[in-house]
């Protein structure tokens, strides 16, 4: 695997930083996670947007020019292999002598790394759990602090769930590293966007999809009550596309089946992904 670290694209066994780097010590960053397929990265202008405003988030101003980090993003993209890919980019506020207070002269650390993305047939369901969320208040920020996330979805794998449902107040956020989409009424519904969830950029393709396609999509909180009556439940992200939940702690999820509003979205997002694939 071929990443860049720095200016320079070098094996990942090659590519080292400085212990005291401010990402090791405090996770003191922020990183996106882009799809490659057929080698165009996909919605690549909505994550950028999202990186520059997660790094305004931790007040640090993003170290290459958006054009160069295109360029870098593409050059990855290409001298790794996989057809589909995961690109992930991450940058920390760089190495300084250990300190809370972060100085402010620095050099940020820029890492980008890709792997392959399998495609895997659609999903035949998998099963949720819900939890209390106990991450911090400042979720719209992508911070690659996520030891809350790794715990919570961990909780999941061990009861043999693929994502925790996050309950923040007796309403539903998000996934562990999702976003959450519940179908009441045939109307698909997902929480609005606040400082407690990540403006997830499969979310919001979804919406544009389905109000595209004239599918009745709505924005509006969910209560717990509402998701343990929904007839469907998605969890949604860059790698796990559209995830239809069939079980929901011990119940089951509407008829225990990937639902209808799920299948018709999942077609849409398979034919949205396959136009931007070059000689199509
Ligand atoms: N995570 N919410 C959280 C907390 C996430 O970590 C993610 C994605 C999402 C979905 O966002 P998007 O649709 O832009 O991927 C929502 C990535 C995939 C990760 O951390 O690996």
Known sequence: MIVYLNGKFLPIEEANISVLDRGFIFADGVYEVIPAYGGQLFRL????????NSLNGIKLSNPLPQQQLVEILEIIV??????????????????????????????????????????????????????????????DIK?????????????????GAAEAI????????EGAASNVFVVIDGIAITPPKSQFILPGIT???????????????????????????????????????ILPVIQLDEKIVGTGKPGAVWSQVYKIYQNYKQQLRPNV
């Open 166 to 173: 996050l309950i923040r107040d007796d309403f539903v956020m």
């Open 203 to 241: 979310r919001d393709l979804i919406i544009e999809a389905m109000q595209t396609a004239k599918l009745p999509c709505q924005e509006a909180n969910i209560s717990i009550e509402q998701l343990e009556s929904a007839t469907e439940i998605w969890v949604t992200s860059s790698t796990r596309e």
């Open 45 to 52: 202008s909505e994550h950028l947007q999202r990186l520059e």
């Open 143 to 159: 911070s690659i602090a996520l030891l809350a996330n790794i715990l919570l979805r961990r909780q999941a794998v061990e009861v």
């Open 78 to 139: 290409a001298k790794n292999t996989g057809d589909n890919q995961s690109v992930y980019l991450q940058v920390t506020r760089g190495p300084a002598k250990r300190n809370h207070n972060f100085p402010e002269q620095i050099v940020s650390t820029v890492f980008v790394m890709s792997e392959e993305l399998k495609s895997l047939p659609p999903s035949t369901g998998v099963k949720a759990i819900t939890c209390n969320d106990t991450r911090w208040q400042n979720c």
